[in-house]
């Protein structure tokens, strides 16, 4: 039976295997954590359940469709259930704002805050759909492997504007400023600067209107777990503390991997779920890189990091939702040092997960599991957040006061456990370069065609999946990206003929 390695067990990585599994190849996973989940990895502490990475679950169907590979139903691995509001945005001034699914509610919370707007978010939603409709539905699990991949789709980015970046279509159409910081911060949550990121980013609005937005029984690990689970019935192996040195390469063409104790494994495909530029200038040797040198690879614009602090409190928070995002006084300035000055300013704004408004059992009895978020510059910054330098410990501090000043009365009085995790830990731990929290920055330069490309121009047999190559970040970008596996990646001698298109 033809054997496939795939390099990384984050969700590109899982969905991968049980593509390749259904092409009928042998597959084996190879994670070098000890446990699965790449991003989405989960930490203990004193009773607390922490989802380390990604808690915000959109278009769903993208996992069922695995599943369904097999005849099988998610609902026998993990259970999804909704939430609601989608965020609750606090702003410096006091107001706030509920951003849900409906068009009934969501107008009235328009309303509420500038009933002229109304009108110009009706326009705007409709201009979100005809982005949604060519950008994801048509595009999402389309390689981009040569120029006319992408000029073939520029007439209609073109129609769509997607020249101009999410602020300014979202500036078009909506007035108050409060507005508009709400449905234009969604690309900090695929490593995008709204004033930067082009606006075909916008489709992210209408894709939780159209599917919602769920949480995992048991938090996004749940869905990890399952999927593993399912792996193990489908007979792939899926290898802990295993990383990665080196993808071996014959005449051209990858032929196996070789581990960090130095087992070398055969394979006729590697998949890659791991930052491309990490693979590309330290797994494969510079003679098959006549494409992705280490001069081209150098000069990608890498995404923002993150500053993420997990805690658990010994009292509850029941006025706070599970999703809040905690606005601060500066938007565009505060953005301006995150990504282009690279520095780390005395303001933010914060991402605040209360994961145990939905699943009280993440936390033990009357106690409370939360994380909160903080958008940092990457370490091209030249930040030194070694422990003994104190900078993440008067970091955390900070984002405490703000957080009691702002909805967490008291907070540091209730904390039963508290850690948190620097740009270090997405360049030591997941193997990112530069401590990218989501590769490479999602610019129109750096999207599709222009973006890492799933089949490996370099190497033939490689392939990539996860936030680095097309379509990108996000969970519904980054199941897409395994997705385009049925498209590119050929069926195992023997087995039955590829998926229709």
């Known amino acids: 039976m033809a054997r496939a390695v795939v390099i990384g067990s ?46 915000v679950v959109t278009a769903p169907y993208l996992f069922e469709e695995l599943f369904q590979l097999f005849g099988r139903q998610s609902s026998d691995y993990y259970k999804l259930v909704p939430v609601d509001p989608f965020y609750h945005v606090r702003y410096a001034d006091g107001s706030d704002f509920n951003y849900v699914g409906e068009e009934d509610r969501i107008l009235a919370e328009i309303g509420r805050l500038s009933p002229s707007d109304v009108d110009g978010y009706r326009k705007l939603a409709d201009h979100s759909r005809r982005i949604f409709e060519i950008g994801y539905a048509k595009l999402a699990d389309v390689p981009f492997s040569t120029p006319w991949d992408m000029l073939r789709v520029v007439p209609a980015m073109a129609r769509l504007e ?7 279509l979202v500036s078009r159409y909506l007035k108050d400023d409060r507005l508009r910081q709400a449905f234009s911060f969604q690309p900090l949550l695929v490593g995008g600067n709204p004033f930067h990121t082009s606006s075909i980013y916008l489709l992210i609005h209408w894709l939780e209107r159209t599917w919602g937005v769920w949480f995992a029984e048991g938090g996004t690990t749940a869905i990890v777990k399952g999927l593993v689970r399912f792996l193990a019935e489908l007979q792939v192996e899926v290898r802990l503390s295993t990383p990665v040195e080196e993808i071996l390469v014959r005449n ?20 890659a779920n791991a930052d491309p530029s990490f693979v590309y200038s330290r797994m494969i040797d510079a003679r098959w890189r006549k494409t992705h040198h280490d001069k081209k690879v150098a000069r990608k614009k890498q995404s923002m990091s993150l ?3 997990y805690f658990g409190t010994d009292r509850t928070y029941p006025d706070v939702k599970h999703h809040t995002i905690v606005l ?6 505060l953005l301006d040092d995150i990504f282009r000055k690279k520095v780390l300013a005395d303001d933010f704004s914060l991402y605040l997960h209360r994961p145990t408004a ?46 009691e000043r702002r909805c967490l009365p008291d907070l540091r009085k209730h904390l039963t456990t508290s850690f948190y995790v620097t740009p270090d ?8 370069v530069s401590g990218a929290a989501f590769g490479p920055e999602p610019l129109l330069t750096q999207s599709a065609w222009f973006r890492y490309h ?24 980054v199941l897409s990206t395994a997705k385009v596996l049925d498209r590119v990646v050929p069926p195992a001698p023997g087995a039955r003929t590829r998926l229709a298109s």
Do not use: C, I, M
């Open 10 to 55: 984050g969700f590109g990585g899982l969905a991968a295997a049980v593509r390749l599994r259904h092409l009928g190849y042998d597959v084996t996973v190879l994670e070098a954590l000890d446990q699965p989940g790449g991003r989405a990895a989960v930490f203990t502490r004193e009773g607390h359940t922490f989802d380390a990475g990604p808690t």
């Open 162 to 168: 997607s020249h101009l970046t999410v602020y300014q």
């Open 252 to 271: 051209g063409k990858a032929v196996g991997v070789r581990t960090s104790a130095g087992e070398v494994l055969s394979a006729d495909v590697v998949v």
């Open 307 to 309: 500053f993420v602090a």
């Open 328 to 333: 601060g006084p500066r938007y565009k300035d």
């Open 358 to 403: 939905t699943d009280p059992s993440l936390a033990p009895p009357g106690r409370e599991t939360f994380y909160v978020l903080s958008p940092v510059p990457n370490n091209e910054s030249g930040l030194d957040w070694s422990k003994d330098k104190g900078l993440g410990d008067a970091y955390l501090d900070k984002v405490y006061t703000e957080l």
């Open 425 to 432: 830990y997405f360049q030591e731990q997941l193997r990112s």
């Open 454 to 477: 799933n089949v490996s121009e370099d190497v033939g047999g490689l392939y990539f999946v996860g936030a680095g190559t097309h379509p990108g970040a996000g969970l519904p970008g």
